[in-house]
C-alpha cells in the first residue's frame, strides 16, 4: 500500500479528493472574508490548500533562488511580474503555495462568473482582462498595470496556455506590454515537473517532485523594445528550465 498513489485507484481517490477540497476551501476563504479582508482570506486559506494537496498527493516542491532577489522583492515592497512557462494545470496552486509573497494571476473575465473557481479569484484579487475588443483589451491591461504599480505581484504565463509536449510554446506579446506599461521589474521562473504530475488532457495526478526556480529581474527599461524585452526572458526561463531539469 505504500505506493497506492502510484496506482490508478491512487489516482481517482487523488481526483475526488481535490474535488471535495476545494469547494470546501473557497467556503473557508469566503467565510472569512468578514474577519480578514478578501486577499487576506484568500492568501491564508489559498497556501494552505495548496500544501495539503501536495503532501495529500506526494508532490514536494522545493524553491530555489528567492534569497538572490532584492530584498525588497522578497519582502513585498517592491511589486513585480513572475513570468514562468506553464507545463501543466497544477502550476498555479503550486506556485500559490512556493512564492513567499502574494501573488495574483490574470485572467479572462469570463472566469469570475465560474462558481467556486470565480469566487475565489475575486477573494484574491486576480486581474481580469477583457479581451471583448481590441480597445477593451487595451484599457484592461492600462488597469492592470495601475495595481501593479499600486503594490500588486501577478504571475503571468506568457505562453498563454500550457504546453502539451513539455517543450516551451512561444511567448505572447500582452504580457510584456504590460510589463512596460507598470514599469515594474520581472522576475523570470521555471517551474518543472508539473508535465509528469498532471500531463496534458489527464485527470490523473501521478506524484513526483516540482522545482520552482527563480532568477534575476529584468528591468524593463533596460530594453529598447517590447521584442527585445521578450527575448530576454525567454532566454532565462529556458536558462532556468535547464538548470532545474539538470539538478
Known sequence: MANWRDTGFGGVVMAIWAMVTVPLTVLAILLAIP????????????PMFARGMAWFCRIPFT?????????????????????????????????IAALPVPAVYIAKKELKYLPFVGWAAW???????????????VRSIHDAALQIRDGKNVVIFPEGTRSRTGQMLPFKK???????????????????????TLAPDSARIRPGAYTVRVGHPVHPSDYADREALMQEVRRRVEGLVAEAKAL
Open 174 to 196: 500582452g504580457g510584456f506590454a504590460l510589463a512596460l506599461d507598470a514599469g515594474v521589474p520581472i522576475v523570470p521562473m521555471a517551474t518543472v515537473g508539473g508535465f509528469h
Open 63 to 95: 524553491l530555489q533562488g528567492w534569497e538572490q532577489l532584492p530584498e525588497d522583492i522578497r519582502q513585498g515592497r517592491q511589486s513585480a511580474i513572475f513570468m514562468s512557462n506553464h507545463e501543466s494545470l497544477m502550476d498555479p496552486p503550486v506556485l
Open 35 to 46: 474577519f480578514l479582508g478578501r486577499r487576506r482570506a484568500f492568501f491564508t486559506c489559498g
Open 123 to 137: 477573494a484574491a484579487g486576480v486581474i481580469f482582462i477583457d479581451r471583448g475588443d481590441r480597445e477593451r483589451a
